[in-house]
Each structure stands twice: as structure tokens, then as C-alpha cells.
């Protein structure tokens, strides 16, 4: 046997291939799939994880109210746009429904149930993805493609705690604050079209809100949001954060896939797990 | 210590289906400034992330300050990563903060310095790379020179025991090359860290190069000072030097520190067949130092380029003009003994002028200083022995203030 040298040994040796067949040419694909989906799910749950432990390391408390002002503060005037007119449309369409029946007296009750239960963390949780998530994704991005973030591994600063932590905590601080400010802007947004404009009795609307609404929906709503603070802030930091590892695109535009696929990622999971805490939760 | 600070001993390392590194060996000595040279992809990276730490070798081992990596814990890993610092290629400064928040960043975060020490540590910094005064610009309303220089005072702030610098000097055009080249080996001196420079700027590099290794495919071809690589037979070395190697050094337009060991070997064999005696000098801008350190670096290139200009001007047709150092020139002078090259460093000294030089560019300078030496080369005399006669202080040796 001839000796072996340095380029034969198995340290340097690729993987041999299986040959390819029929079966295998149907299954790869669909197995290569759910191998990245899982390894991703897992990567993002490993991500958020010490993520979440990080928040509480040291210095973090500035960097977490400069984050509060950019997610949340910031985010203060749209949210509250939204919830004024998402009101109004609630406020007019219900009468338009309930006064064929000529129950025009419950507009108030239901009003407020749907905004506080379902549109109120649902439609700031999407505010916040289109307007702060977006950023989110972009900034990280290019971080990542200009060297900055493997230039703080070298200055031995974990990124994940110096760039993603501050930004998971300050979405989980703002998400309920800015749900509450949306619900009840959507109710005032709803008093002006029903009881202003379309001349519903102001007294029945706010009894009618104060007898139906109770803690648990209010509480029920708050929880989506900090659900919603999780998964949001988990994928536009996550997508930002691997924008190196697209196969799809390189450079400038990888940051720009990177940050659709946050937005259409945030938006579908929002939904998906509006409908999952609500089944829980009735 | 008589140990290497980081030694690879017969390190494998294996990306994806990519045998990057196949067994490098290689010693990198303390206090130095050690260059590792090769064409792209052949794992200039790889073995740069191996010594900080970022990845572990498939087999082989690195002994890091005498101690193999694999057997340190995590503290003592974490400890050492803290003795770099790292300087990217493309700087990669943080562009949304000002240039104060950059250079602090490494502090704030990574020590438990004050507010107040942390801004005298910065403020030190940035003075001494001469960037007083612009702590609250941000990145991108800087130039490209001032860039690296932030850069630098990231890499340099936490006082680190050694500094990578990744291609520090690719896209920039001769004078701020020159200029960077005599900031690292400025600091490297003034602070004595080790530096380990990734560079494909051959032969500008030599002029500040202690050791010079040369990677190819994952192996170290050769380990050594700059000046033996010109020497060794291995027709691949010889090919990718001479490749790209150019015959002019590009700052003062004269030849490289190889043309003028080459002049010399041209003009020695003239004396031994036609025995036409020729002499050395030596000239040494030693004003270049204070201009630096007053100016900055790009200044005191932009000098250096106008002294060799000027020198040229006046050397005879048949002599030979090159670069010897980061601040020295050499002229092989022919058919001239050891007075005619006496009579020329005094003519030489009464031809020049210092605004011819500088531009008026340093009107607080009184006078620019030069030195000269001299000597003539005995027949089948040493390169080196000739020179370490020119620039011996006892026997030839002129200074000149230039007005």
C-alpha cells in the first residue's frame, strides 16, 4: 500500500456522495426543506433564548430605554392614527349591521370587545412590524454585511446581547403600552362615528362597554401583545442578524429580502398565533 | 521568554468541503511585526480567525504564550481573545455612531472603566493618531485616511498586546499606503505590540516587516525577514514575488530596497572587469518623525516623495537611486571614491531647499535634518558590510539642516 500523505488522510476528505436515484431526486428537496425549516426553528428559538437571558446584563438598562424610544415612542403617532380610524370604521359599519336589527344600544360593547380582544394587539403588533420591526431587520442587516457585528466579536462583546437584547426587552415594554393606547383611541375613534356622528345614545355606549368588558379580555389582550412583542422582535432581529446566510442574495439586496421576509413572516405568525392564544384563552 | 507568542503546529483545518489549512506550522515572535503573504483563498482568514480563537483546528495544535489552546478553559480563552485587537479590511466602524462612541465602544462595553476615564483613554487616543477635535462626526463624513486612522485608535485603545490588522492598506494610493505602513511600525515602536499584518502590498511592506511568511495552499512556504525571501529557489515563491513585485517603489518613483541590492551587485561586477570604483550614500530624512507625529503620517509621506524628487534631480545619469527604509534613500554612485561622494552630499546640502521640499507646508519647522553617510565599496565588499560602513557614524557620516 502506497504511503498516505497529508492530502489522503481522512482529515482533509469531503464526504463521499450516495448515488442518485429516482427517489432520491423526489425526497432531497423535500427533505432538505424540513431539515432548514427545523434547524431555522431551532436556531431562532437557541437565538431568542440568549437573547432573553442577556437582557439582563450589565448595561443594558440605557440601551433598553433608547430602544423603548425608538420602538415604542416613536411608533406612538401611526398606532394611535390607526386606532382612531379603525374606530371610526368599526364605529359605522356595526351601527349600519345592528340598526336593521334595531340594537343599536350594544354598538358600544361591540366596539370595544373586538378592539380590545382581537384588533387592538393584533393591528398595533403589524404597525409596529411595518414601521419599527422593518428598521429592525435593515439596521442589524447591514451591520452584519459591513463586519460590524463579527468586529465586536472581536472586542469581545456578544452581539446578541449588545444589539438584539435591548430590542427584544424594549418590544416587550412597548407592545402592551402601545395595545392599551390603541384600544382606547379605537374606542374614542368608535364613539365619535357611532354616537357623533351617526347619533347613537352616549349613555348606552359607555354602559353598554363598562357591563361587557371585563378584566379577562382586557388581560387576554395583553397577553397577545407580549406574544406578539416575542415573535415579532425574535424574527426581525433573527432575519437581520443571519442576512449573511441567504442563499437567495448577496450584499445590499440580501438586507432587502432579509427585511420583506421579516415583515411577511412577523405579519403571517401574528396571525397565526392570534388564533392559537385565542383558542386557548376562550 | 524565549517561547513563541503563538506557534501553529501542524494545523488541519477542514470548511464545508474546503481543506483550507494542511498542516501550517508557523511562529510568530513576540514584539514584532510579522506579515503573512499569499493569494486570495488560500486561508489568509481562516488562519487569522484560528488565532483569535473564533475557530478550532480539526487536528494540529496552536500554543498560544506557551500554552496549547485546546487544553485552556473558557476564562483563560476569554482572556486571551482580550489581548487583540482586530483591524478589518474595510475598517468596519460602527457608521450610526460618532467617532467618540466607536473608539469608546470596546471600553464601555468590555472594562468597568468610569465615564471619565474612558474619555481621557479616548481623548489620548484620538490626539496621538491626530484626530483631535472631531469626536462628533460620524464615520461616513470622514475621509478614507481618517477612516483607518479611527480604526486604528478602536484597535489601539484597549492597549492590546497584539494587533491583527487585515489588509489595511488595499484601494489606497501610494501616499496614504506609505503613510499607514509608517503608522503601524510608528505605534508598533512607540507602544511595542506585536502586530501580524495581512498585506499584498510586496515590496512596501518590507520596509516595516520584521518576518515575513508566505502561506500557499494552507502551508507555510516560507518563514522568515523580508530580505531572504528574494533568495529562496522555490520557483513558486519566486514567481508569485516577482509577479507582484514592482521595480519601482511607488511613493518616491526610485527603485525598491531589491533593485538597489541589485544596483550594487551590477556596479561591483563593473569594478571587477572594467575597475571603475563607485561609492554608497546613504540619506536619511530624519526631520520625518516630528513631521508625522505633527502632521500625520500623509503629510510626512507626501515629504519623503518631494526630498526623493529632489534628490533625483540631482544625481548624474549613470547613477543608481532606491529606496533602502520607511525614511532612507540610497544612491549607488559610479565612477566616484569616497571624496567625490563627500563633495556630493555637500552639494547636495547646499542645492536643497526646505520649501522646495515641504511646500511650506511646515513653516514651524526651522530646518529640515538630514543625514548623509558614505562609503566606497572595496572590490568583492558585502552589500551589507558596505552599507553598515556608509551609515557608520564614526567615519562618514554628515548631518544638514535644510533651509
Known sequence: ?282 | MTHPLIEFRNVHKTLGSTYVLRGTNLKIPRGKITTIIGKSGTGKSVFFKHIIGLLTPDAGEIICDGKPMSEMTRAERWEWRGKFSYMFQNMALFDSMTVYDNVALPLDQGTSLSRDEIRTKVHERLQQLDLAGIDHKYPSELSGGMQKRVAMARALVTSPEIILFDEPTTGLDPIRKNAVHSMISEYQNKFGFTVILISHEIPDVFLITQQLCMLDEGKILFQGPPEDIQDVNDPMIHAFITGLTNPQDELTGMGTVTQGKQDYQNAMTRLKDEKSAFSIVVLTLESIDAINENLGHIKGQMILKNFSAAVQQHIRKEDSCSRRGLKQLMIVRQNAGAEDARQFCFRLAKALRKEQITNGAVPELPALNISAGFAEAPLGAAFDDVLANAGSRESTFLEFKIQ
Open chain 1, 1 to 282: 500500500m502506497a504511503p498516505m500523505t497529508t492530502n489522503d488522510n481522512k482529515i482533509g476528505r469531503p464526504l463521499a456522495q450516495p448515488p442518485e436515484t429516482l427517489l432520491s431526486r423526489l425526497f432531497e428537496p423535500l427533505g432538505q426543506r424540513v431539515v432548514g425549516l427545523v434547524n431555522n426553528l431551532g436556531a431562532a428559538a437557541i437565538f431568542l433564548i440568549k437573547a432573553l437571558v442577556l437582557i439582563f446584563g450589565r448595561k443594558q438598562f440605557r440601551a433598553i430605554v433608547q430602544q423603548i424610544n425608538i420602538i415604542g415612542a416613536k411608533t406612538v403617532n401611526i398606532v394611535a392614527l390607526v386606532g382612531f380610524f379603525t374606530g371610526m370604521v368599526m364605529g359605522l359599519q356595526l351601527y349600519y349591521t345592528l340598526v336593521k336589527y334595531g340594537s343599536t344600544g350594544v354598538l358600544g360593547s361591540a366596539v370595544a370587545l373586538s378592539i380590545i380582544r382581537e384588533l387592538g394587539p393584533v393591528l398595533t403588533a403589524i404597525m409596529i412590524t411595518a414601521r419599527a420591526g422593518s428598521s429592525m431587520t435593515a439596521e442589524i442587516g447591514i451591520q452584519r454585511n459591513s463586519e460590524q457585528i463579527d468586529a465586536l466579536f472581536t472586542m469581545r462583546i456578544d452581539p446578541i446581547g449588545y444589539l438584539i437584547s435591548p430590542k427584544i426587552a424594549a418590544a416587550i415594554v412597548s407592545f402592551p403600552i402601545l395595545t392599551a393606547l390603541f384600544d382606547l383611541i379605537g374606542i374614542l375613534g368608535g364613539y365619535i362615528s357611532g354616537v357623533v356622528l351617526m347619533g347613537v345614545n352616549e349613555g348606552a355606549y359607555f354602559y353598554r362597554i363598562q357591563s361587557s368588558v371585563e378584566m379577562t379580555d382586557i388581560n387576554g389582550g395583553f397577553i397577545k401583545s407580549l406574544v406578539f412583542a416575542v415573535i415579532v422582535s425574535t424574527i426581525c432581529c433573527y432575519q437581520g442578524y443571519f442576512t449573511h446566510m441567504r442563499k437567495d442574495s448577496y450584499g445590499a439586496r440580501s438586507v432587502s429580502f432579509a427585511t420583506t421576509s421579516a415583515v411577511v413572516l412577523s405579519c403571517v405568525s401574528i396571525l397565526v398565533a392570534d388564533y392559537i392564544v385565542t383558542s386557548f384563552l376562550l
